[in-house]
Every structure is written in structure tokens, then in C-alpha cells.
């Protein structure tokens, strides 16, 4: 199975400060990849695929890019409403498996 | 707008079955080329995908939990269900939902439900 691991884990950071989440596969998977949000006690919400795509009705603040092993989710200017728990997937090869989660937390 | 919802049992024992069913409204299944997944995530934990079936009844499951789960699909109901065989504490875990347009890319999920393993 292909592998992901995010970073930081645990970021702590202002409400209007630009951040970023990075996400790096065992092997390389195009641009196969996409970004979620999850907050407390809710189901994840889709951001991002195909590393730079946004979803459908996500703000313009989050931006993705990367591509082959390495991947990066930008948030612009964080809003109160963004502090929540950021998971990438991969989505090359069968079966698809997440990243081990970046809490992102109001300093 | 689709909308899905799990329903099952919130407490398996320990090497029994456990089997939830996920409802979707809004819209038909049978008329819908999507694919239905299942995905879980241990409390406080990371999410792990179950695996997924497509519209037509093609199935794909995580090799790590094949042997034990069969995913089917009632597109008369607009419903599809998950059973696990032979669970233990470690599948204790929120079990979630979730439609896909394409294969892996969920952008559409239930609320999920908790499943816990007692034994």
C-alpha cells in the first residue's frame, strides 16, 4: 500500500495567518491525490482533487498543488471556521489510504 | 442534493457480524453511475478505507479487511449495506457513508455512526 504521511501533525496557528500542510507519498502517484476537512464530531468535507482542484463551493482561500510524491494545502488567510483536522488520500492505486491527519488549532 | 444516512446497531460483540446499511435520498441509486463507499475511523483516530461498490455491483474492498466484509447494493431501496464478519475491539470505530463520481474522490458523505465492539 502506498503510504502518506502529513506534517506537521499538530499545528497551531491565527486567525489571518497563511499556512500550509504538507503531504508526502512512499512512491510516487501523480497528481492522484486529494484534501479533506473534518471538524469535531462531523464527517470530512472534500477540498481539493487531483491535488489542485477545488471542490465545488470551497472557498478560494485553500489552494492545493504537488504532484509525484510530494503535495502541498495552502490556507490563504485562516478564518475562524477553518481550525479543524486536514487528511490527504490518496487516490493512484487500489486501495486508496489517508494520511495520519494534521490538527490545525487557534493560538 | 444527495443526502445519505447510516443505520445499525451502535454495539456488536466481539466475533459476531456487524452490518449497517446506509440510505441515500434525493435522488436513485439505479439511475446514479456513482460509486458508494464505506470508510471508518477509530475513535480519535485516523480514517481508513472499507472499500466500495459501483452501481452496476462491482465491489472493491481494503485487503486488509477482504476476507471480512461483502458490500451489496438495494437499488430498490435506494440502499446499500456493509457487513463485517468476525469483529473484534480494533473495528470499533465511527463508520461512515459515502458516494463517489469517481472510484475514490468522496465528495458526498453520511453523518456516520459509531459501532462499538464489546465483549
Known amino acids: 500500500d502506498i503510504q502518506l504521511t502529513q506534517s506537521p501533525s499538530f499545528l497551531s496557528a491565527s486567525e489571518g495567518d497563511r499556512v500550509t500542510i504538507t503531504c508526502r507519498a512512499s512512491?510516487?502517484?501523480?497528481?492522484?491525490l486529494a484534501w479533506y476537512q473534518q471538524k469535531p464530531r462531523k464527517a470530512p468535507r472534500l477540498l481539493i482533487y487531483?491535488?489542485?482542484t477545488l471542490q465545488s463551493g470551497v472557498p478560494s482561500r485553500f489552494s492545493g498543488s504537488g504532484s509525484g510524491t510530494e503535495f502541498t494545502l495552502t490556507i490563504s488567510s485562516l478564518q475562524p471556521e477553518d481550525f479543524a483536522t486536514y487528511y490527504c488520500q490518496h487516490l493512484n492505486t487500489y486501495p486508496p489510504t489517508f494520511g495520519q491527519g494534521t490538527r490545525l488549532e487557534i493560538k | 442534493q444527495l443526502q445519505l444516512q447510516e443505520s445499525g446497531p451502535g454495539l456488536v460483540k466481539s466475533s459476531e457480524t456487524l452490518s449497517l446499511t446506509c440510505t441515500v435520498s434525493?435522488?436513485?441509486?439505479?439511475?446514479?453511475?456513482?460509486?458508494w463507499g464505506w470508510i471508518r475511523q477509530p475513535p480519535g483516530k485516523g480514517l481508513e478505507w472499507i472499500g466500495s461498490?459501483?452501481?452496476?455491483?462491482?465491489?472493491y474492498y481494503n485487503p486488509s479487511l477482504k476476507s471480512r466484509v461483502t458490500i451489496s447494493v438495494d437499488t430498490s431501496k435506494n440502499q446499500f449495506s456493509l457487513r463485517l464478519t468476525s469483529v473484534t475491539a480494533a473495528d470499533t470505530a465511527i463508520y461512515y457513508c459515502a458516494k463517489s463520481d469517481s472510484a475514490y474522490i468522496y465528495d458526498n458523505w453520511g453523518q456516520g455512526t459509531l459501532v462499538t465492539v464489546s465483549s
Open positions: 434525493g435522488g436513485s441509486m439505479s439511475h446514479s453511475q456513482y460509486y
Open positions: 512512491q510516487g502517484i501523480s497528481s492522484y
Open positions: 487531483g491535488a489542485s
Open positions: 461498490i459501483y452501481y452496476a455491483g462491482r465491489t
